[in-house]
């Protein structure tokens, strides 16, 4: 089965549920179908959460995850997959498999091992399990500080470069590296695309106030949509970036907790004129 032209690409996420539909999930979905592409869902775990935090969460049964993108897949074609947070290391097993079979297929891995906050999804068997199935697979991984040193290693007496974290991910087997610099005590914040090559590019943005829920969620479904749209990684990367401080320029604050990116802002560019 083939795409129909008049279609727009198809691009299925696994992820959590945030019923804030600031992060996981929805926050996915939002992206996707932003910026032109259809989102297909597959829930690896249900959270109880709001904007200040995660209260609770339940990792889905690996076969009930295994069962939702096999459906999918086997009806709808798929141009792209993006992995968020998947709670269980049987679970990142069970979507290694699972992608292991569409190798031509984009995959963008935001490795999501806690909540803004610091709510944990998992422990070690957990990066590890994603360190040794999925980054071998991803076209492109997204950590930020934090998640790089834990999926490259890191000891906590060792303080290696963000370009040798970088390298071990790309040692493992990714295409791609992409560090995000929101942790890094710097004036801007600076993103980093890194291949087996060396740094491909580098991007500056104005570092914005306040704290956002999702933004890495929505990095990375940005950066899954325009690799399903047909942009090369280092574009797609950079209009991915572009994209996502839009949106969080425009982030408006409805809860008691983190402001939540506008990921539809160009919908309303017309209101803020008036």
């Not at 999926?151 to 040798?164: F, G, N, T, V, Y």
């Not at 291949?195 to 704290?211: K, Y």
């Not at 047909?230 to 402001?259: C, I, K």
Request: with cysteine; aromatic share 6%.
């Amino acid at each position: 089965m083939t795409r129909t032209s008049d279609s727009p690409p198809a691009v299925l996420t696994f992820a959590a549920t945030d019923p804030t539909s600031g992060a996981g999930l929805q926050a996915d979905i939002l992206t996707l179908a932003s910026m032109g592409c259809h989102p297909l869902s597959v829930v690896t775990a249900v959270t109880v959460q709001d904007t200040a935090g995660v209260e609770n969460f339940h990792a889905l049964d690996p076969d009930w995850v295994a069962d939702q993108a096999r459906c999918l897949l086997e009806d709808i074609p798929v141009v792209g997959f993006k992995v968020g947070v998947l709670a269980s290391a049987e679970i990142v097993t069970v979507i290694a498999e699972i992608v292991s079979d569409y190798p031509d297929i984009p995959l963008v891995l935001d490795p999501v091992f806690a909540s803004g906050r610091g709510d944990e999804f998992g422990g070690e068997d957990l990066v590890a399990s994603m360190r040794e199935l999925l980054v071998p697979q991803s076209t492109v991984v997204t950590p930020n500080i934090p998640e790089l040193r834990r999926l490259s290693q890191a000891e906590e007496d060792e303080e290696p470069s963000h370009e040798e974290c970088a390298g071990r991910l790309l040692d493992a087997g990714c295409e791609y590296v992409l560090v995000t610099g929101t942790h890094d005590a710097t004036s801007s914040v600076i993103n980093t695309l890194y291949h087996r090559d060396g740094v491909v590019r580098s991007d500056t943005w104005q570092r914005l106030p306040g704290s956002y829920h999702g933004s890495g969620c929505t990095l990375a479904s940005a950066i899954a949509a325009n690799l399903a749209r047909g942009l090369d990684v280092a574009n797609a990367v950079h209009e991915a970036q572009e994209y996502t401080w839009q949106a969080l320029s425009r982030a408006f604050h409805p809860g008691m907790g983190q402001y939540i990116p506008d990921r539809l802002f160009w919908a309303r560019e017309g209101e803020d004129a008036e």
